[in-house]
């Protein structure tokens, strides 16, 4: 079999595009379409049917780190993802302001798509367990069975998104024939969704290999990780309350029951199937940042302050960096993963576009880190945070004044995972437009273009080594190096980076966090935290770090924001732990204001928010055209 399932036959793709149409719940198209006795046939056949799956489950999460700008650490900006094109994430097509709040209502899109792609994996499911129960063959059997149970995998997960967003959902794990089927269909309770989910990953584990043949199919880890998750959500769930769920009575029973179970999958995944941190979780080497001419020094009589003295590196970056790039597809560190397209196919190319700026090929930097996420790297010397980054304007020697956001030299011993994450001032990157034929450049915040001069020492004199520097866009001062390829020979729309939808280092700190729900801190979570640390050349946790409940939690916490930033991870957490009003003030509060690296105002949200406001962060809006069509379709309590 071709390696790359992503290849569809031409006539998969007929099916694929009629899958693709379904875009509500009740505007479902006939699925027997390919029924005849030219299609279904054979192994290649549902081996292609598998592919269309994949790929429209795929389309819903593979642009998940716009759900960041949810949190406090992201900002996004632009509409460039609006796009019907399935390669650019047509399920958040609708949606182009992604603030921090009251983002309930508005993803119409997504629950559609979902329905859509749930549709077209129970019409292939269907299908092939027709041509399973017509062979003779054992063998080919089995085969068929594994693309059930793929299927199997990819409606689980996409019942988890709809779970975790809307609450109780209508169930359809059938294949519908006929719009008169769901038209008056209700919403299935959270708790039934819950017990199906976990039946069908229990089916799905026994059936899946304990490593998957090619890449872009599923092994046994991804199914016991994906069911883990779901524990461990249906735990927070009851543990922290959902009141805008009136459906749902939270029992802390049955949390400390679902923990246990989450922690007994997470540790099978670890411990049970040879997986690994990628490079073993080793640091590897890190430059350094740019340096400056110290204040009042003065060479042949020209004052160098403020002169650049020489560039941040980009050489050598850590291995937390090249996680993040082709070279590390196929790697055991990614337990649940969709597979791109590859180069020229234009599947991956938004995480270049989207994150990179300018100075990156045509890139448009829609997706910034926030100035706050600096202070939460942590001292590769002390492992504690360091003093707070002080922002300040471009006068005033800020960018040689000690501690000051504007000064490379403050970026020292910090966090590798800093380094591999984001850009400042002074840091370089490969490309000025193209990467197939540029070297490095440097990034100097709002600089539009002009040039930079470097001034090196050059025996008792120094010479001036000018650069192009490109402003790129960003609005914080800050702009991403995690995903953006460094390394020449690949242009901005080779799509060849597999995206990570679970990956080992999460669960490491997903159990955790279940462990010390269940006993407190023990000293195998507190060694999985450390290993997790270890990635950034950081030392150890210290004894007061894990002393008790709380303070282990919010060292969990600190990695979970560090090392899964903008892999549309951290609004989840803030929702399933009842942490929103913790971050931004609560009702009637004064709010959270964001500041860039010049200390000017970016946005400020939350501002004597009401009650309301926040409910309905907690749960989203069961589409209104939904509900026009279906009568039986309840709404959840904050939207009503």
Known sequence: ????????????????????????????????????????????????????????????????????????????????????????????????????????????????????????????????????????????????????????????????????????????????????????????????????????????????????????????????????????????????????????????????????????DFGKVINDFNLDLYRGGEPGVCDGPAEMWPKGTKINGVDMTGKVKKLGGATNLPNYFYLFTPKANGDSEFVFTFQQGGSSTNQGEQLMRDFAGRTVQYSQSWVNPRANIVDRYQSTKTGDFCEPLVAMSPSNNARVTKNSSLNPESYANRDYRMKATIMWDYEQIMGMMSLKETGLSPYEYKNWEGPLDVYEEDGDSYKKVNYTSYNVLSTTGYVFRKFIRNYAGQDRTDGDFNWPVIRLADVFLMYAEADNEINGPTPTSVALVNRIRHRGNLPALKADKYADHDSFFDAIEQERIVELIGEGQRVFDLRRWRRLENVYGGPGSTGYTWYDVFGAQENQYWVNSPILQYQQCYIFQIPESERNKNSNLTQNKPWR
């Open 1 to 264: 079999m071709n390696k790359n399932i992503y290849k569809l036959s031409l006539v998969f793709l007929a099916a694929l595009s009629l899958a693709s149409c379904r875009d509500n719940l009740l505007e479902q198209e006939p699925t027997d379409a390919l029924s005849s006795g030219k299609y279904w046939k054979t192994e290649a056949d549902a081996t292609s049917a598998l592919a269309g799956v994949i790929s429209d489950t795929r389309y819903l999460f593979n642009r998940d780190y716009y759900l960041d700008g949810m949190g406090e650490y992201v900002k996004m900006r632009g509409n460039s993802f609006l796009s019907n094109s399935g390669n650019n994430g047509r399920a958040y097509m609708g949606r182009w302001d992604y603030l921090p709040w009251g983002f309930g209502g508005w993803f119409e899109n997504m629950y559609k798509y979902c329905y859509g792609a749930i549709d077209h994996a129970n019409y292939v499911i269907d299908h092939v367990s027709t041509m399973r129960d017509n062979t003779q063959s054992e063998e080919v059997k089995k085969k068929m069975q594994v693309v059930i149970a793929e299927c199997k995998l990819m409606r689980a997960l996409i019942y988890f998104r709809l779970i975790s967003w809307w609450g109780d959902v209508p169930y359809i794990d059938w294949n519908v024939k006929s719009n008169a089927e769901v038209a008056s269909m209700p919403r299935t309770p959270i708790s039934e969704i819950y017990a199906k989910l976990i039946a069908d990953l229990d089916e799905i584990e026994q059936v899946l290999p304990a490593k998957a043949r090619v890449q872009g199919r599923y092994s046994k880890p991804a199914a016991i990780a994906l069911r883990g998750k779901i524990n461990l959500y249906w735990a927070s769930w009851n543990h922290y309350g959902w009141p805008e769920l009136d459906t749902f009575t939270p029992s802390e029973a049955e949390a400390q029951r679902a923990y246990k179970a989450a922690r007994e």
